[in-house]
């Protein structure tokens, strides 16, 4: 018994140190041991340029804009003017009175240029704030490719550190299920506690499957963004920059700096302005505009002929008289149907309000929630720190008094098999704030701005 009591202290005190935390660094039995933090070799900002530049939704909300663009560029040059230009070709017959057929050509050409009207002004604007809607909607999509990335990049970088400290535990208990082994072979130890063992053992390698599978799945949820399949095992971040993501100031929580940042927001009201300068510019009661036309003739009277006995052939310019410039003014004093139509585009306008209010003010619901939230994780993963730590020291002790008797030895492989289950909790309550900080921050809009258009 003594001897294998050297043996198992000699086992765990040699490598159980390195079961300590892996975000800090601590002292057991006068042993320090310092966290490895891991290096990447690819720039994480390649991996949001390329998502964002290469997402499906971005790229179809570029030529939104560039729609809008248009229309606003036409709504802002409203006096550019309207050319028309039309030719007819006659073949005229014989008939009494003109028995000489001969073909004749027209071209007509006509332009209106508007000149002002009381709509003018509204349909700029509503044309404006279209385009800046559209911009909004932009940023609010990459907002979102932004966030989906960090989020399942830090999940990700939380599921390597939990496994790298589940390979220490894997040691110790392999080391320890090796001593139990043999204890179990000269009768110290139940066949059934061996038993018992094993199930742990197996339980504790269902938890680390657990976790590669959920990297697969953050892996994918980055892939899936883009056609390109961007992700590589070389992006990672420090826990550095995991510590300021998953940190959110009190400010993040105000409604009013929400609302007036939160790109989704910002679009709707932006599309709000856009819709009530539509409804006002709807019916056009007053416009001026300059109008001219002219008229060329071209005809061919082969068996006409003049008084020297030539052959007419030629063309006339406004043969009848009616080119004309001008200046048009239009006032349209009643039109029933209009006037409907634009009061009902005001109701439209209305309803819309309403819904941005609504949605305002679910947001703010949310946040409320989302802070009470937020203080109750960090306490969680407080406890369970705390749990760590004391379960650790437990095992210490354990180890400095063991004596090798059935009692001890499986209460000291229950404590390392505890501290398994600690920290998968532990990284499940994680996952859980890295989830509410991503969308409190996404709420609020905080990305790079780089890849903000305005």
């Known amino acids: 018994m003594d001897y294998f009591k050297e043996i198992l202290i000699f ?52 030529f939104s ?44 050409l006509s332009a209106t240029m508007k000149v002002w009207s009381d709509t003018t002004g509204d349909q700029k604007d509503a044309a404006y704030h279209k385009l800046i809607a559209a911009k909004e909607s932009y940023n609010n999509i990459v907002n979102g490719i932004y966030f989906n990335i960090k989020q399942n990049i830090i999940k990700i970088e939380l599921a390597r550190a939990f496994l790298n400290k589940s390979e220490q535990y894997r040691i110790h208990m392999n080391s320890l299920l090796e001593q139990m082994n043999v204890s179990s072979q ?15 053992i197996k339980k504790f390698e269902e938890s680390i499957l657990n976790v590669e599978s959920q990297i697969e799945q953050y892996k994918n949820q980055i892939n899936n963004v883009t056609p390109a399949h961007l992700y590589k095992n070389e992006y990672g971040v420090s826990p550095k920059y995991i510590e300021e993501a998953i940190t959110l100031g009190k400010n993040l929580f105000d409604i009013n700096i929400v609302t007036n940042r939160n790109f989704n927001i910002l679009s709707k009201r932006a599309q709000l302005s856009s819709d009530r300068f539509s409804a006002k510019a709807y019916n056009e009661n007053f416009n001026i505009d300059i109008v001219t036309t002219h008229g060329i003739t071209e005809h061919d009277q082969s068996n006409i002929k003049d008084e020297n006995n030539k052959v007419i052939n030629g063309y006339t310019y406004d043969n009848d008289g009616q080119a004309y410039i001008g200046l048009k003014m239009t006032y349209t004093g009643l039109n029933y149907q209009n006037y409907q139509q634009k009061a009902s585009e005001f109701d439209l306008f209305n309803k819309k309000l309403i819904e941005l209010d609504e949605l305002i003010h679910q947001t703010y619901v949310d946040l409320n929630t989302q802070y009470q939230q937020y203080t109750l994780i960090k306490k969680r993963i407080e406890n369970v720190e705390k749990q760590i730590k004391l379960t650790l ?62």
């Open 11 to 62: 086992t765990f005190c040699s490598t159980y140190i390195s079961i300590a935390n892996a975000n800090t660094s601590e002292f057991y039995d006068g042993i320090h041991i310092k966290t490895v933090i891991p290096t990447y070799s690819t720039d994480i900002e390649t991996l949001f340029i390329g998502s964002i530049e290469n997402a499906y939704k971005v790229n179809a909300q570029i």
């Open 65 to 108: 804009i560039k729609s809008e663009q248009k229309l606003y560029d036409s709504a802002k040059y409203y006096y550019i003017p309207t050319a028309n230009i039309s030719s007819e070709v006659q073949k005229k017959f014989n008939h009494p009175g003109h028995p000489s057929p001969f073909t004749e050509f027209k071209l007509n």
């Open 186 to 200: 000269s009768g110290l130890l139940k066949k059934s506690d061996r038993l018992f063992a094993d199930v742990s």
């Open 393 to 454: 020291g437990v095992i210490n002790s354990m180890m400095n008094e063991m004596r090798v008797d059935e009692s001890n030895i499986l209460d000291i492989f229950r404590n390392i098999s505890s501290l398994s289950d600690l920290e998968m909790n532990r990284l499940s309550i994680q996952n859980e704030l890295v989830d509410l900080t991503t969308k409190v921050k996404s709420i609020n809009s905080i990305i790079p701005s780089k890849y903000v258009i305005n």
